[in-house]
């Protein structure tokens, strides 16, 4: 394990639940891989934009002189998805907001899932380049998602593990500090994800 790339994205402080998991987690990592380079990338603190017009030009134009003549504006999302490609373990820390990942997590996706760079189409297939890395997301909410009857109504985690598998990472583990807006579960939701951590398998 060379480089472990953490995304946390939650704004909240000492209080978010998913930073409190993401910090066992890290402490673990450590302990296992002293040596590798572990990198917190907080989008709370840097705020990452929305693609607009040159962006999305520079990122995705296939003419080399073109490419070349815009590359600043290709600077940011270069040097994210540089920094994810050479990483052999992902970590996403984020809360559901609205059902849904925060808009600060789809800045980051945004910049990082590119024809060419993190995926190629090769006779009508998609083939993800984020080859032989892992994924772990430590995900928080309110509620709780993985039983009915709000089951259906997580889109966080299956569409994490399918534009992550889009992009080639398919090793995909899960932990859920949920129910952290219910009363009868908040004081134990982070204990419980955090014995979670301890038992995955790293
Ligand atoms: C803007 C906003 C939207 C939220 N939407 C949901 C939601 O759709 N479902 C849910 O169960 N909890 C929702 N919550 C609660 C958070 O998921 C919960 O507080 C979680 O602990 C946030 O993660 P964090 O503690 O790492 O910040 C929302 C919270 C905020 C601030």
Do not use: C
């Not at 003419?63 to 992902?90: F, G, I, Y």
């Not at 990082?112 to 997301?137: E, M, W």
């Amino acid at each position: 394990m060379k480089q472990i790339l953490m995304i946390e994205v939650s704004p909240r402080g000492e209080d978010s639940a998913s930073r409190s998991v993401a910090d066992t987690l890290a402490a673990r990592l450590t302990r296992l891989y002293p040596s590798a380079r572990l990198i917190r990338r907080d989008l709370a603190a840097e705020r990452l934009p929305q693609l607009d017009e040159i962006t999305l030009r520079a990122i995705s134009t296939q003419d080399p002189a073109e490419a070349e003549r815009l590359k600043a504006a290709a600077d940011q999302s270069d040097r994210l998805t540089d920094e994810l490609l050479d990483s052999d373990l992902l970590v996403i820390a984020t809360p559901m907001w609205n059902f849904g990942i925060p808009s600060a997590l789809k800045a980051w996706i945004d910049l990082v899932v590119r024809s060419g760079r993190t995926f190629r189409y090769a006779d009508g297939a998609v083939v993800g380049l984020a080859k032989d890395k892992k994924a772990i997301l430590v995900l928080a909410s309110g509620g709780v998602f993985t039983e009915d009857p709000w089951r259906s109504w997580d889109f966080v985690e299956p569409y994490l593990r399918q534009i992550l598998g889009f992009i080639g990472i398919v090793d995909v583990q899960t932990v859920r500090a949920e129910g952290m807006n219910l009363p009868w579960l908040a004081a134990e939701v982070v204990p419980k994800a955090n014995k979670a951590v301890e038992a995955l398998a790293l």
